[in-house]
């Protein structure tokens, strides 16, 4: 009995922090506003919004701005051209994803970066993973930066086979 006693000592407080620790991890809200493929605004009530940025992957630029200057540096394309594929990368997320939209947003070790924005593998009310869904039909290309890395299998998979089969912005039709 003595050692039942300890067990459960041991184990609800484990318990209580699996849970807090799970909760602390996820959690839902709801799509105010589609800035590009990558990157969302989400509002959990209350007006209180937060500017979410897709973990693991990088899409084109939709606008003329610093990065897409340093893109095209760093590529040799066209700013006019990276901004054509970033249209077409928001236009494929805005045709998955609405405003208004519930989503579940899961944090990885690094919850926001140097910007402020929350950092976040965003899930579908299908179930589906947006990130890992934008890389596997050729939207996006796998930027993994550590220690967030918990899905690079996964986005380095669906970059390849997206590439492989030539779909979204590596369609050469």
């Not at 959690?27 to 605004?41: E, F, H, I, P, Q």
Request: contains cysteine.
């Amino acid at each position: 009995m003595l050692l039942i006693k300890k067990l459960l000592l041991l184990a609800i407080p484990l318990f209580i922090f699996s849970c807090y620790s799970h909760s602390e991890q996820t959690n839902t809200c709801t799509v105010s506003k589609l800035v590009d493929a990558d990157t969302l605004y989400c509002s959990k009530g209350y007006g209180k919004e937060q500017k979410v940025r897709l973990i693991g992957i990088d899409a084109p630029e939709s606008n003329k701005n610093s990065k897409t200057y340093r893109d095209a540096e760093r590529t040799g394309d066209s700013v006019e051209s990276i901004i054509e594929l970033g249209k077409k990368s928001t236009t494929f997320v805005k045709s998955r994803l609405s405003v208004g939209t519930e989503v579940r947003l899961e944090l990885d070790v690094q919850t926001k970066d140097k910007y402020g924005r929350t950092l976040a593998y965003v899930y579908l009310p299908d179930g589906s993973m947006l990130n890992e869904l934008i890389a596997r039909e050729g939207y996006a290309q796998v930027m993994t930066i550590p220690p967030n890395i918990k899905y690079q299998e996964l986005f380095i998979e669906a970059e390849r086979g997206a590439r492989e089969n030539q779909r979204g912005l590596w369609d050469n039709s």
